[in-house]
């Protein structure tokens, strides 16, 4: 996945690919966001401005993280209501932070992407517009207000929280104890791949997935 994840991300350098290797990008995006490229919902919004259109997508993937934390805890407390589930309490704490950590794993260079992209403008006349909405200038009125009050936030919780918040979990656990097993089953996916003394090695990748995005989009 880390693999797919960063081959894909190469799709945002403005360079000129050939059809073959921008349609491996699509493959690799798809692949390793479980989908999420297949769901573009500009097709059915396209009789809206787009700058309007744009800003809503910055509001909506603000709430993706917290979103996932409800879908995934409702869909294991359902599972773990029905009549017929074995899971005890324990476990279902587990379930519900595993899933959780899967899918945001997932999502995190698409939260990097869409979240630089509101920092990515194109100067015409000595004027930054926004290159997702070349009629909206930067920096300037509605733009300047969703940089402070979404993107800088993103910034801070998302793009450089999560992996800072990865390697504090990372780092200040110990594999004995009685919760070891416990802690490899919700966050296995992060340091299981790695030796024990380079399990921090996801925190290094995650960053080099924010700086293959900010060279193409900032």
């Known amino acids: 996945l880390n693999f797919m994840q960063l081959v894909s991300l190469a799709a945002v350098i403005p360079l000129q690919w050939p059809d073959s290797v921008e349609a491996t990008f699509d493959f690799f995006s798809t692949l390793s966001s479980a989908g999420t490229t297949l769901l573009i919902p500009d097709c059915e919004l396209s009789g809206l401005d787009t700058g309007d259109v744009f800003f809503a997508k910055q509001i909506a993937f603000s709430f993706l993280v917290p979103g996932i934390v409800v879908i995934c805890t409702l869909v294991w407390a359902l599972i773990f209501l029905c009549r017929r589930c074995t899971i005890t309490v324990g476990n279902l704490k587990n379930y ?19 979240c630089l992209e509101m920092l990515k403008c194109l100067s015409i006349g000595g004027r930054p517009f926004l290159m997702s909405s070349l009629q909206e ?3 300037v009125g509605r733009h300047l207000n969703f940089v402070l009050a979404v993107t800088l936030p993103q910034l801070v919780l998302y793009v450089l929280g999560l992996p800072c918040l990865c390697f504090m979990l990372l780092h200040g656990h110990s594999d004995r104890g009685r919760n070891a097993n416990d802690f490899k089953l919700r966050y296995g996916l992060l ?22 995005v900010a060279v193409g989009t900032i």
């Open 96 to 114: 519900i932070i595993l899933s959780t950590v899967l899918l945001t794993f997932l999502a995190f260079p698409m939260l990097c992407r869409f």
């Open 191 to 212: 340091f299981l791949g790695y030796s024990p003394d380079r399990r921090w090695w996801e925190v290094l990748i995650a960053f080099r997935k924010i700086a293959i």
């Open 137 to 139: 200038p930067c920096f």
